[in-house]
């Protein structure tokens, strides 16, 4: 069976991107507590209303190997959805990240955990336990429907979501556009006529 996880972790998002022909980004304010961590994993979806992250903790004590926390908190950043000790029981129970369209806080203490967390912003404002919410329905996050099982990409530059019978099309697509790139600044990088070459070819398409 193939490691989707492992060959994901060693693309660029940006490839992942180029893969998916630009499209399924999530909301670009999320980005990493800490910059230069990496997540990739299979979603697991929560969606919650502002501010009650009970249903989080639930999702946490479901956690299935290879799965990375993706919480739908609307965007809501006065109540945060997650601090330090739920993302730790979220890194114990074997989720590879967490991906958070909401706040967080706890930020130092969450950055010293080395467990990569994504979200919209920070609060000092814990959040409520009312239990209201979904657990495993897919969600939508800047028009892209994220559905339980999708591949999730996620670096500083952003996060993406690869639908699970895209998988192999989009790293395929993924791994050739990287290699095209490489060699193109192989060829081109570095030597002044090469450059005015193809800056030339592109500005007279």
Same mark, same amino acid.
């Given at each position: 069976?193939?490691?989707?996880?492992?060959?994901?972790?060693?693309?660029?998002?940006?490839?992942?991107?180029?893969? =998916?022909?630009?499209?399924?980004?999530?909301?670009?304010?999320?980005?990493?507590?800490?910059?230069?961590?990496?997540?990739?994993?299979?979603?697991?979806?929560?969606?919650?209303?502002?501010?009650?992250?009970?249903?989080?903790?639930?999702?946490? !004590?479901?956690?299935?190997?290879?799965?990375?926390?993706?919480?739908?908190?609307?965007?809501?950043?006065?109540?945060?959805?997650?601090?330090?000790?739920?993302?730790?029981?979220?890194?114990?129970?074997?989720?590879?990240?967490?991906?958070?369209?909401?706040?967080?806080?706890?930020?130092?203490?969450?950055?010293? =955990?080395?467990?990569?967390?994504?979200?919209?912003?920070?609060?000092?404002?814990?959040?409520?336990?009312?239990?209201?919410?979904?657990?495993?329905?897919?969600?939508?996050?800047?028009?892209?429907?994220?559905?339980?099982?999708?591949?999730?990409?996620?670096?500083?530059?952003?996060?993406?979501?690869?639908?699970?019978?895209?998988?192999?099309?989009?790293?395929?697509?993924?791994?050739?556009?990287?290699?095209?790139?490489?060699? !193109?600044?192989?060829?081109? =990088?570095?030597?002044?006529?090469?450059?005015?070459?193809?800056?030339?070819?592109?500005?007279?398409?």
């Amino acid at each position: 069976m193939t490691n989707w996880l492992e060959k994901f972790q060693d693309l660029p998002v940006t490839a992942v991107s180029d893969g =998916l022909d630009k499209y399924n980004h999530l909301w670009p304010t999320i980005k990493p507590v800490k910059e230069t961590q990496k997540a990739v994993g299979y979603a697991k979806t929560v969606q919650i209303p502002p501010g009650d992250n009970q249903l989080v903790l639930k999702a946490i !004590r479901e956690a299935q190997e290879g799965e990375i926390l993706i919480v739908d908190a609307g965007g809501y950043v006065d109540r945060a959805a997650a601090g330090d000790f739920i993302m730790g029981l979220a890194q114990t129970m074997g989720f590879t990240g967490a991906i958070i369209n909401g706040a967080v806080r706890d930020i130092q203490e969450i950055r010293d =955990l080395d467990f990569p967390v994504f979200c919209a912003g920070s609060t000092p404002a814990a959040g409520f336990k009312h239990g209201h919410g979904s657990i495993n329905e897919p969600i939508s996050f800047n028009g892209v429907v994220v559905h339980p099982g999708d591949l999730i990409v996620a670096e500083e530059d952003g996060v993406v979501c690869v639908p699970q019978d895209r998988i192999e099309k989009v790293y395929e697509k993924a791994q050739n556009k990287l290699k095209k790139d490489e060699e !193109r600044e192989a060829k081109v =990088l570095g030597d002044r006529a090469a450059v005015v070459e193809y800056l030339d070819g592109q500005l007279n398409k």
